[in-house]
T-cell receptor, first 113, second 118 residues
Framework: NAGVTQTPKFRVLKTGQSMTLLCAQD?????MYWYRQDPGMGLRLIHY???????AKGEVPDGYNVSRLKKQNFLLGLESAAPSQTSVYFC????????????FGSGTRLTVV | AQKVTQAQTEISVVEKEDVTLDCVYE???????LFWYKQPPSGELVFLIR??????QNEISGRYSWNFQKSTSSFNFTITASQVVDSAVYFC???????????????FGKGTKLSVKP
């Protein structure tokens, strides 16, 4: 019963580098989300997915791309990292429109220098 | 537009005091869900409660209680007899059923940092 697993937990990137954050859930949830958390800003939605093969933009999608090739995995990509993308990234998954409590991963702390 | 406001940025109390965290929301929807999450210093987000807009009954879970009032669009959270382990950032969040353009997306408040001192 791992729930939602995010890898890596920490990463330091140089400006312009690319990377992919992986989110994996083992609860057969349809809905998956990527949020970023910045000091004093709460959590803001980057991208989300309502099922395998689907993705959509959230509140702050610029500079990120996502893919959901398999139901259990939701990948967040940074094509060319910028210092403004320094943040803590959280993945979450949830059941259908019944809006049960979402399960969050433990977060990835990303620093772009 | 949907919005969640947590006006208290930081609260500091002494152990055993009662403390209430305020949450005010705005929504166009008649069907929506409200949540509280706890983020301890370790960083993970812990689900505390979910409430739908048709259920205005207050809820109590141990030392935690929640007061939902649609008339004032508030969903306040009270910790009774606070403990040092309650020290964390607490987030209130809203999810709209019909108008949430991002299906099921949670709109978070900016959080309230609670410090409980021994």
């Amino acid at each position: 019963n791992a729930g939602v697993t995010q890898t890596p937990k920490f990463r330091v990137l140089k400006t312009g580098q690319s990377m992919t954050l992986l989110c994996a859930q083992d609860m057969n949830h349809e809905y998956m989300y990527w949020y970023r958390q910045d000091p004093g800003m709460g959590l803001r939605l980057i991208h989300y997915s309502v099922g395998e093969g689907t993705t959509a933009k959230g509140e702050v999608p610029d500079g990120y791309n996502v893919s959901r090739l398999k139901k259990q995995n939701f990948l967040l990509g940074l094509e060319s990292a910028a210092p403004s993308q320094t943040s803590v990234y959280f993945c979450a998954s949830g059941r259908d429109r019944e809006r049960h409590g979402y399960t969050f991963g433990s977060g990835t702390r990303l620093t772009v220098v | 537009a949907q919005k969640v406001t947590q006006a208290q940025t930081e609260i500091s109390v002494v152990e055993k005091e009662d403390v209430t965290l305020d949450c005010v929301y705005e929504t166009r929807d008649t069907t929506y869900y409200l949540f509280w999450y706890k983020q301890p210093p370790s960083g993970e987000l812990v689900f505390l409660i979910r409430r739908n807009s048709f259920d205005e009954q207050n809820e109590i879970s141990g030392r935690y209680s929640w007061n939902f009032q649609k008339s004032t669009s508030s969903f306040n959270f009270t910790i009774t007899a606070s403990q040092v382990v309650d020290s964390a950032v607490y987030f209130c969040a809203l999810s709209e059923l019909n108008y949430g353009g991002s299906q099921g997306n949670l709109i978070f408040g900016k959080g309230t940092k609670l410090s409980v001192k021994p």
